[in-house]
């Protein structure tokens, strides 16, 4: 059974440019949650998804930052016109439900540099 | 937002130590979690602790939840090269509107020198 699966896991962009990030639950998991790591910091909640609904968003930047979790597909973490700020490593967790005794399993991190 | 104070940020210790790490909120929840981090990977479930009070080891790792519920420590007896990497810990209050979603502390850095 493969673990959560994240591409690309680096990506480079320059400022004003569009970045997708990709993120593949585990098998069976319908719930998903993205984090983002700021260097030498811990992860910070962005948002979090069931299939085809985004249920909070609460961490997410209101503006320029997506997300989306198809009935079909990979979860879809997307920023338009990245800054530098951008940069950072951002993670997908799954999930097989929501509540605490639910683990959430964390992918390998797609790292983000803006130029 | 809900906050996690973890300390110390970092470690320097020598094989076979033991090693201490603990985490405090000025909130009050009802999950914690502790991490590791290997370089340029996500985070691992080390511990899980559901209840006040609980106290709970996998190895040489030991854990335990604050009968307070504000605070966590972690405990690596014995310490191996392979335990270098980032520790953290983690919270959730699952159920409302929180769904499960986790606050990290900041982390704890482990170095292990043979």
């Known amino acids: 059974n493969a673990g959560v699966m994240q591409n690309p896991r680096h990506l480079v962009r320059r400022r004003g440019q569009e970045a997708r990030l990709r993120c593949s639950p585990m098998?069976?998991?319908?719930?998903v949650y993205w984090y983002r790591q700021l260097p030498e910091e811990g992860l910070k909640f962005m948002v979090y998804?069931?299939?085809?609904?985004?249920?909070?968003e609460s961490g997410m930047p209101k503006e320029r930052f997506s997300a989306e979790f198809p009935k079909e597909g990979p979860s879809i973490l997307r920023i338009q016109q990245v800054v530098r700020g951008d940069s950072a490593a951002y993670f997908c967790?799954?999930?097989?439900?929501?509540?605490?005794?639910?683990?959430?399993?964390f992918g390998p991190g797609t790292r983000l540099t803006v130029l | 937002g809900q906050q996690l104070n973890q300390s110390p940020q970092s470690m320097f210790i020598q094989e076979g130590e033991d090693v201490s790490m603990n985490c405090t909120s000025s909130?009050?929840?009802?999950?914690w979690l502790w991490y590791k981090q290997d370089p340029g990977e996500g985070p691992v479930l080390l511990i899980a602790?559901?209840?006040?009070?609980e106290l709970t080891s996998n190895g040489r790792l030991t854990a335990q939840f604050g009968i307070t519920r504000k605070d966590s420590f972690l405990n690596i007896s014995a310490s191996i090269p392979s335990d270098v990497g980032i520790y953290f810990c983690?919270?959730?209050?699952?159920?409302?509107?929180?769904?499960?979603?986790?606050?990290f502390g900041q982390g704890t850095i482990l170095t292990v020198h043979p």
């Open positions: 967790a799954s999930s097989h439900g929501q509540g605490a005794y639910n683990e959430q399993f």
């Open positions: 998804l069931q299939k085809e609904n985004i249920i909070d």
């Open positions: 909130s009050i929840f009802n999950t």
């Open positions: 983690a919270s959730s209050n699952a159920g409302g509107t929180s769904y499960g979603k986790l606050t």
């Open positions: 098998k069976g998991h319908s719930h």
């Open positions: 602790l559901y209840k006040a009070g």
